[in-house]
């Protein structure tokens, strides 16, 4: 129940719109996700199925507990003590209050359970009262108060005799007795070690000093390097593969010795593929050998490679890792990635400009070269025209020469004569 | 149970004790948890301008589960206002005062809706079945059960028995 007075100003979220105090076992309705203290919901919901916030149909199974942060929320809140206008004033949080005011509190009402002829004494009263009660009514406790006063007699007197420890305790000396610190000092052997003691002392207290710096120095220096190499690593991260430690250069010829060999296999098994082809097939071998190598290399074989002109994959392998310096020809690692891959993409447009070019200056070759080609053959067509021409001509000359011999010889008239003449001159033209 | 009532409407009396009541509306008395008066006045145009009402709040123990039983006082030469809602012997046909009544509701919530009850009003006239109402009216208004209708002032209303 809300019967607490709370020390603190409450949070207008974590307060019951029924009660209006601090949600007490908050819970939640499960179809609209209002909270309220169980019992003041149980007890609405008694009166009308609606939830109290907007009205919708509500039942008692349609409530469910509240998120567990909530409940610790109010269940922290600080309350002051019921019984803090009879004068305790103890304040705790809420969850612990019952339990001080079932086993603490001195203004609590307690029962007497003391049992006397069977019979239960059962009269209420304050805690504080309660012992008083019982020793006045039921005769309790008096043995144990004598007891209790023997005791601290006893301890008293010890106190009394005991008092005097000596002055050196804190270095180790274990006398505790009567004897006053003037008449035990002559005696300690403490004594003598006293100057020993108090140089090692400072001694150890200036290394104390000097730890404490040092130390404090050890965590600057170990935050810087976390620091760094967090910044390396953000650093390595936006290179990518264009990342290169000392290490790593240092232990590229092995790798490269065996990328070479795998594109030397590569090569053997595909040699008879065209020599641009043996790029791309070796390329990812090689890439998949040597992550922080710049993967696009094999594409950019080194020049004096392209001017010799043989280009296989053994001297490719090479110009990966550049024995000299491990430098890839065409790629200038020492500038920013950025810079180096503008570079790249405006070599790509000049190149792909350049093939345009190329593509279109061979048309405008063939083109000429067809029109050139179709001139002589027509100049031909015509040479070809003018011999055949010619030929007719001695053909005719031919052909009348021996008609008239026929005509002498054979004796034969002259329209046979003609007939067979233009016969014999159709037979020769088609030549 | 009644611990729980008192320690709500102790919650609410310190409330407007310290942020004050909205225009229009004051405490004329709070001396216990039972029975609490207030003066409303509809501030603005309205056919009740200048006139000042008083309204009675009493709580039982089952306050704020239960609603308060809210009238207007008309006794002592105070009188009721003349609304289609309102009754001549003070009782106020107001659906959140029956069966629309929710525990989150609050007195001043109450009376501001009451207020603006008033303020709405295009014309000043008795509920229609006033004479019968008020010739057989229970003392306690929670003792009708109302027949909330908002559009028509044909409200019937039955007496609830003890």
């Given at each position: 129940?809300?019967?607490?007075?709370?020390?603190?100003?409450?949070?207008?979220?974590?307060?019951?719109?029924?009660?209006?105090?601090?949600?007490?076992?908050?819970?939640?309705?499960?179809?609209?996700?209002?909270?309220?203290?169980?019992?003041?919901?149980?007890?609405?919901?008694?009166?009308?199925?609606?939830?109290?916030?907007?009205?919708?149909?509500?039942?008692?199974?349609?409530?469910?507990p509240?998120?567990p942060?909530?409940?610790?929320?109010?269940?922290?809140?600080?309350?002051?003590?019921?019984?803090?206008?009879?004068?305790?004033?103890?304040?705790?949080?809420?969850?612990?209050?019952?339990?001080?005011?079932?086993d603490?509190?001195?203004?609590?009402?307690v029962?007497?359970?003391?049992?006397?002829?069977?019979?239960?004494?059962?009269?209420?009263?304050r805690?504080?009262?309660?012992?008083?009660?019982?020793?006045?009514?039921?005769?309790?406790?008096?043995?144990?108060?004598?007891?209790?006063?023997?005791?601290?007699?006893?301890?008293?007197?010890?106190?009394?005799?005991?008092?005097?420890?000596?002055?050196?305790?804190?270095?180790?000396?274990?006398?505790?007795?009567?004897?006053?610190?003037?008449?035990?000092?002559?005696?300690?052997?403490?004594e003598?070690?006293?100057?020993?003691?108090?140089?090692?002392?400072?001694?150890?207290?200036?290394?104390?000093?000097?730890?404490?710096?040092?130390?404090?120095?050890?965590?600057?220096?170990?935050?810087?390097?976390?620091?760094?190499?967090?910044?390396?690593?953000?650093?390595?991260?936006?290179?990518?593969?264009?990342?290169?430690?000392?290490?790593?250069?240092?232990?590229?010829?092995?790798?490269?010795?065996?990328?070479?060999?795998?594109?030397?296999?590569?090569?053997?098994?595909s040699?008879?593929?065209?020599?641009?082809?043996?790029?791309?097939?070796?390329?990812?071998?090689?890439?998949?050998?040597?992550?922080?190598?710049?993967?696009?290399?094999?594409?950019?074989?080194a020049?004096?490679?392209?001017?010799?002109?043989?280009?296989?994959?053994?001297?490719?392998?090479?110009?990966?890792?550049?024995?000299?310096?491990?430098?890839?020809?065409?790629?200038?690692?020492g500038?920013?990635?950025?810079?180096?891959?503008?570079?790249?993409?405006?070599?790509?447009?000049?190149?792909?400009?350049?093939?345009?070019?190329?593509?279109?200056?061979?048309?405008?070759?063939?083109?000429?070269?067809?029109?050139?080609?179709?001139?002589?053959?027509?100049?031909?067509?015509?040479?070809?025209?003018?011999?055949?021409?010619?030929?007719?001509?001695m053909?005719?000359?031919?052909?009348?020469?021996?008609?008239?011999?026929?005509?002498?010889?054979?004796?034969?008239?002259?329209?046979?004569?003609?007939?067979?003449?233009?016969?014999?001159?159709?037979?020769?033209?088609?030549? | 149970?009644?611990?729980?009532?008192?320690?709500?409407?102790?919650?609410?009396?310190?409330?407007?004790?310290?942020?004050?009541?909205?225009?229009?509306?004051?405490?004329?008395?709070?001396?216990?948890?039972?029975?609490w008066?207030?003066?409303?006045?509809?501030?603005?145009?309205?056919?009740?301008?200048?006139?000042?009402?008083?309204l009675?709040?009493?709580?039982?123990?089952?306050?704020?589960?239960?609603?308060?039983?809210?009238?207007?006082?008309?006794?002592?030469?105070?009188?009721?206002?003349?609304?289609?809602?309102?009754?001549?012997?003070?009782?106020?046909?107001?659906?959140?005062?029956?069966?629309?009544?929710?525990?989150?509701?609050?007195?001043?919530?109450?009376?501001?809706?009451?207020?603006?009850?008033?303020?709405?009003?295009?014309?000043?006239?008795?509920?229609?079945?006033?004479?019968?109402?008020?010739?057989?009216?229970?003392?306690?208004?929670?003792?009708?059960?109302?027949?909330?209708?908002?559009?028509?002032?044909?409200?019937?209303?039955?007496?609830?028995?003890?």
């Amino acid at each position: 129940m809300s019967l607490y007075n709370y020390v603190d100003p409450i949070n207008a979220n974590l307060t019951c719109c029924i009660c209006r105090a601090p949600f007490t076992e908050p819970t939640t309705t499960l179809t609209c996700a209002h909270t309220f203290c169980a019992d003041c919901i149980l007890r609405a919901l008694s009166n009308a199925p609606s939830c109290p916030v907007d009205r919708t149909p509500l039942a008692p199974t349609d409530l469910g507990p509240v998120n567990p942060i909530v409940r610790s929320l109010v269940d922290e809140l600080r309350v002051e003590c019921v019984y803090k206008a009879d004068g305790c004033g103890y304040v705790s949080q809420r969850q612990v209050m019952p339990l001080h005011l079932r086993d603490e509190c001195d203004y609590a009402e307690v029962r007497c359970e003391e049992k006397e002829d069977g019979k239960t004494c059962g009269s209420s009263m304050r805690r504080m009262e309660l012992r008083a009660h019982q020793k006045k009514v039921h005769g309790l406790w008096e043995q144990e108060q004598e007891e209790e006063s023997l005791l601290f007699e006893e301890t008293d007197s010890e106190e009394a005799k005991e008092n005097h420890t000596c002055p050196h305790a804190s270095i180790g000396c274990p006398y505790s007795g009567p004897l006053e610190p003037s008449e035990h000092l002559p005696g300690c052997p403490y004594e003598s070690l006293k100057g020993f003691f108090t140089t090692n002392n400072a001694k150890m207290s200036l290394l104390t000093e000097q730890n404490m710096v040092l130390r404090h120095k050890v965590d600057t220096l170990e935050h810087t390097v976390h620091m760094l190499r967090k910044e390396m690593n953000a650093a390595k991260n936006a290179l990518g593969p264009w990342f290169r430690s000392s290490y790593q250069t240092m232990s590229l010829p092995a790798h490269g010795g065996v990328a070479r060999s795998i594109a030397g296999a590569v090569g053997v098994a595909s040699s008879d593929l065209p020599i641009r082809m043996q790029p791309a097939v070796a390329g990812p071998s090689t890439a998949g050998f040597e992550d922080s190598v710049d993967v696009l290399a094999p594409y950019f074989p080194a020049q004096d490679e392209m001017r010799r002109g043989r280009w296989t994959p053994s001297s490719m392998a090479d110009s990966v890792y550049g024995r000299a310096g491990g430098v890839v020809a065409p790629l200038d690692l020492g500038t920013t990635l950025e810079g180096t891959l503008e570079g790249l993409r405006e070599s790509v447009v000049g190149l792909a400009l350049g093939v345009d070019s190329v593509g279109r200056r061979g048309e405008i070759a063939l083109t000429n070269e067809t029109l050139r080609l179709g001139e002589e053959l027509m100049s031909v067509r015509a040479q070809m025209h003018g011999l055949r021409m010619q030929v007719h001509g001695m053909m005719m000359d031919r052909n009348a020469s021996l008609t008239m011999r026929e005509e002498a010889g054979a004796g034969m008239g002259p329209g046979g004569a003609y007939l067979r003449a233009h016969t014999n001159f159709g037979s020769i033209t088609k030549l | 149970m009644a611990s729980i009532s008192s320690r709500r409407l102790a919650k609410e009396l310190r409330e407007i004790q310290s942020e004050g009541c909205p225009v229009g509306i004051s405490l004329l008395e709070a001396n216990d948890f039972a029975k609490w008066l207030f003066t409303i006045e509809v501030m603005g145009d309205s056919v009740y301008q200048g006139e000042v009402y008083t309204l009675q709040f009493r709580f039982d123990s089952h306050y704020p589960i239960s609603s308060p039983a809210v009238q207007f006082v008309v006794t002592d030469g105070k009188e009721a206002p003349i609304h289609p809602h309102v009754y001549s012997n003070g009782h106020i046909c107001a659906s959140i005062l029956g069966n629309e009544w929710s525990p989150v509701l609050s007195v001043i919530a109450v009376c501001v809706t009451l207020q603006s009850m008033l303020a709405s009003c295009k014309k000043k006239e008795r509920p229609t079945d006033n004479d019968r109402y008020v010739r057989n009216a229970p003392e306690n208004p929670k003792k009708t059960l109302f027949h909330y209708d908002g559009e028509h002032y044909n409200f019937k209303s039955t007496y609830l028995q003890d």
